[in-house]
């Protein structure tokens, strides 16, 4: 079992930064990849970015070049820097732990999920 648990959301204004944090607590974390969603008022969770066991790294094309996932293994932490934020990067943003050896995109991947924190882009 892996618990996560998300922090570092807010009200921010467009053209802002946010840095979220999601700690992990239970089994080695190192094992997990990692990644973040989003989902909005009346929408599906989708994508933003992962992160390997090794660090390798992929984000959607909507938060390229903003956002930056990385992780510190030492501090069983994950994060997500975001830049430039938008409102329609507005939402509740999870952290999710797979399984999986390599970067995965698919929320059925993940194994474990936090329960959300709340991201707010005002315009």
């Known amino acids: 079992q892996v618990q996560l648990v998300e922090s570092g959301g807010g009200l921010v204004q467009a053209g802002g930064s946010l840095r979220l944090s999601c700690a992990a607590s239970?089994?080695?974390?190192?094992?997990?990849?990692m990644g973040w969603f989003r989902q909005a008022p009346g929408k599906e969770r989708e994508f933003v970015a992962a992160?390997?066991?090794?660090?390798?790294?992929y984000a959607a094309d909507s938060v390229k070049g903003r956002f930056t996932i990385s992780r510190d293994n030492a501090k069983n932490t994950v994060y997500l820097q975001m830049n430039s934020l938008k409102p329609e990067d507005t939402a509740v943003y999870y952290c999710?732990?797979?399984?999986?050896?390599?970067?995965?995109?698919?929320?059925?991947?993940?194994?474990?999920w936090g329960q959300g924190t709340q991201v707010t882009v005002s315009s």
């Open positions: 239970g089994r080695a974390f190192s094992s997990y990849a």
């Open positions: 992160i390997s066991r090794s660090g390798g790294t």
């Open positions: 999710a732990a797979s399984n999986s050896i390599v970067v995965v995109t698919t929320p059925a991947r993940y194994n474990y």
